[in-house]
């Protein structure tokens, strides 16, 4: 039997989150560095509860101009001390609603960065662990992200996209291409399904390459969101693949 985590970055402020709970499995909180504020994590974290979710941290650039899709070249440990107090708003206001945080996965820029920085995966992994060993931390499949992890003792999470394409290197086509963003579901959902399935990934050049898949992406900001939400549970299932969040 394949197990998959279907996850989807929230608190955003697109309103959509109690449609989209219902088909997913994670969801990733904005911490107030890119989008949101506290009370929305608050409205967030108690949705999650309410449809058993896994509550993870969303962290990202100091950048809601740019909702947080801007690169910034900080010093590693400037970055160490974002990561640490956006994990520590969100903790905080999990554990006053009576959850725990499940993993971290860092959001736009920062995530696209450190996917080909080792130093800078690091010093986000690093945070992560200080806060909380157990946490799982999610990572671009096969990047740098994974291997910093994993160094210093961390559960991973190979992350992969379903509203997105993919360059030959492995990574997502840059956002500022025409072709960076999937817009149909059956597209969207066909992806997935081999990645999950054949462990494979059709680039942009239409070269195949090999893919780890341990949970799946649905950015919620996405004009499509719930509607890709609602066709991959419903594919998932019909394949006979559950939908579960990513065990300890």
Partial sequence: MINIDLNCDMGEGMGNEELLMPFISSANIACG??????EE?????DLCIKYKLAIGAHPSFPDRENFGRKEMHLPNEEIYHLVKMQIE???TIS???GATLHHVKPHGALYNMAAKDAA???AIATAVKDIDSRLIFYGLSGSVMIDEANKI??????EVFADRSYQP???????ANANALITDAATATKQVMQMIQL???TSVNGETISIKTDTVCIHGDGKHAVLFAKELNNSLQAAGITIQKIKH
């Fill in 33 to 38: 560095y890119h989008a949101g504020d506290k």
């Fill in 41 to 45: 994590i608050k409205r967030v974290v």
């Fill in 89 to 91: 708003i969100l903790n």
């Fill in 95 to 97: 554990l006053a609603a």
């Fill in 120 to 122: 800078l995966a690091a």
């Fill in 153 to 158: 003792g961390l559960q991973t999470a190979n």
């Fill in 169 to 175: 290197d492995g990574s997502l086509t840059p956002r």
């Fill in 199 to 201: 462990k494979k990934i």
